[in-house]
């Protein structure tokens, strides 16, 4: 199948702002999806609220847009009476890390099989660019107007803390990166976290003066560097981009089966 048999066309032009990075993570992730050679029906989608949660409208395979915060608690309902699907949960700021926090954790402390995708703008962008758990200081939002104090999660320690089994962070600069993180992500056997580092525009670059688009994505092309490289030495403050952490644990849904087995045979 090719990436156009993924989508639903009839929602195109897509209404996200001009400029914003989702975008580019919905053909990262499509191109995953079509290099893995998946069916439609093999894949679900699970959203929450806000402007990452309109990439399940434009996929054409199954989808699930719930509440804010919850999406991993939908999946993981997904998974468990489903195991041999494909779960995949695309997550903003709240979704994941706000009022999804704990969600999020125990999902990854339980390991189960589904890829996370958290898209880290650092702004609530859809409710008017309030700052978010993943700001960080001295952001400019329209609840900071003299400047956030409050620190931000460093989504892949949280992720490798809490006991996720793969890790990877890249941006929207690097498209090549989201495909192949993505797909990767999906392939492995347990918990999946890959954070996209992806552009507002609207309200994180306007406010603080970071530009256009095209300015915010060469941007970070200059503050990012691969794991372990020099530049990472002679600069500590640069974001390092990778494969972070995968490993092979025991996976939830397979426990709980066995689980299930044992309990038949008693």
Known sequence: MAVKDYIRERFFPHLW???????????GLLRAIEKLGLSKNEIVMVTGIGCSARIAGYVDFHTLHTIHGRALAFATGVKLSRPELKVIVPMGDGDALAIGGNHFIHAARRNIDMTAIVMN????????????????????ATTSPYA???NDFD???????????????????????????????????GFSVVEILTQCPTYFGRKNKEGEAADMLRRYKEITTPIGSDAKKENPD??????FLQKENPEYCSEYNAII??????
């Open 155 to 189: 989504v892949v320690e949280l992720s490798k803390a809490a006991g996720a089994t793969f890790v990877a962070r890249t941006t929207t600069y690097h498209v090549k990166e989201i495909s192949d993180f993505i797909r990767k992500a999906i392939l492995h056997e």
């Open 148 to 150: 956030n104090i409050d």
């Open 261 to 266: 087995q044992q309990a038949m045979k008693g």
């Open 17 to 27: 702002c001009p400029g914003c990075g989702h975008g580019i993570v919905l053909n």
């Open 121 to 140: 703008n650092r702004i609530y962008g859809m409710t008017g660019g309030q700052f978010s758990p993943l700001s960080g200081c001295g952001v400019i």
């Open 238 to 243: 640069l974001i390092e981009r990778g494969i």
